[in-house]
């Protein structure tokens, strides 16, 4: 069984910044892939960025290259997304996800485990 706890959220302004973390407890995420997607109010709940277990490999959106970027710290067992240039099109709720088996891709349906989501606000 893994728990994940999402943090960080927020209200800010249109270019600001946010750093989202997302603390697991369970066995597999040292060996897991890890991602972040988010859902915005009437519309489907959309990949944003993931990694891989050892950190060497991500993948992201291409609405958010270049202004998001994900990290995670196995030995905290935590994994964060760090967001600049946010625009109100970043709005969302964003959740964190476990790829037990470590593939790291932008399907939701590879992901086995998800928190409870952390709201994310982007005033203009």
């Known amino acids: 069984q893994v728990q994940l706890i999402e943090s960080g959220g927020g209200l800010v302004q249109a270019g600001g910044s946010l750093r989202l973390s997302c603390a697991a407890s369970?066995?597999?995420?040292?060996?897991?892939?890890m991602g972040w997607f988010r859902q915005a109010p009437g519309k489907e709940r959309e990949f944003v960025a993931a990694?891989?277990?050892?950190?060497?490999?991500?993948n992201y959106a291409d609405s958010v290259k270049g202004r998001f970027t994900i990290s995670r710290d196995n030995a905290k067992k935590t994994v964060y997304l760090q967001m600049n240039s946010l625009t109100p099109e970043d709005t969302a709720v964003y959740y964190c996800?476990?790829?037990?088996?470590?593939?790291?891709?932008?399907?939701?349906?590879?992901?086995?485990?998800w928190g409870q989501g952390t709201q994310v606000t982007i005033s203009s």
């Open positions: 996800a476990v790829d037990p088996r470590g593939w790291g891709t932008s399907r939701k349906s590879s992901y086995d485990y």
């Open positions: 369970g066995r597999t995420f040292s060996s897991s892939a």
């Open positions: 990694i891989v277990w050892s950190g060497g490999t991500t």
